[in-house]
C-alpha cells in the first residue's frame, strides 16, 4: 500500500473499502437522494461490480477508495471517497470522487476528505494533475471541488448527461498551499 491505511478528519475515520463493504456499498448506491446526481439507483450485480472493481484498484495500484464511518460511533457508515485511474476520453487521468449518506451532508465532510485525498495525490502519489466531474446540475459536489482549487476545465457528455469537468494541478494546489502559510 502507498499510501496511509487509515485517514481521519474532525469528524469521520476512513479506511480502504473492502468486499465486506458490501451491505454499505448498497445502502449509499440505493438511496434514492444520493443516486438522484450519480445516474439512479443500481442493481446488485452492478453495485458489487463497482464494489470489486473498487478493491481490485487498491491491489492493482497501492492507493483508492476509502469508506467513511462516524468518530462519534464507528458503526455508523458515512460514505465513500476515492482517487483513482480513470480513462476518460482518451485520457489517462487521476479521478477525484465521493458520495455520503444524506444525514452527513452539509456539515463540511466533503471538502474536507476530498482536501485530505488531494494531499495525497500530490504528496504521496505524485501526480500532477487531479480531475473531478459532476453533472452540470450538482452544485454541491461543484463546490466541493472549486473550495479545495479545482477550476473549470469543460464540460462534456459522461454516461450519457452533461457534466462539468474540473482540474487541480499540483503546481496550483502547492502554490495554494504556500500562500496560505503566508496568511
Ligand atoms: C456532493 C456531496 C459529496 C457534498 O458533500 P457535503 O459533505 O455535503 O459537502 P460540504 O458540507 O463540504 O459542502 C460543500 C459546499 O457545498 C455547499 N452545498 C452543500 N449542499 C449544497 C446544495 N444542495 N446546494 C448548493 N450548495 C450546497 C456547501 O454550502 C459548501 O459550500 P460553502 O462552504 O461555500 O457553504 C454530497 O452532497 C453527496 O454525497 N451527494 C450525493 C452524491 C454526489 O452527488 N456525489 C458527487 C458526485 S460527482
Redesign the pocket.
Known sequence: MLVPAEIETGHLIGRPVRVEDLPHYIRLQTDPD?TK??GGIADEATIKQRLNSAVGHWMAHGFGEYVFFSKLDPTHFA?RAFLRHKMIDGESAIEL????MPE?????????VAGLLIKQAFETLRVDEVLS??LVT????R??ME?NGFTYSHQGVYAGFPHVFLRLSCLAWQSAQANQRHL
Open positions: 444520493v446526481t450519480l460514505g470522487g465521493y458520495a455520503y452527513f451532508w452539509g456539515q463540511g465532510h466533503g471538502s474536507a466531474f459532476t450538482n452544485v454541491a459536489s463546490r466541493v473550495k
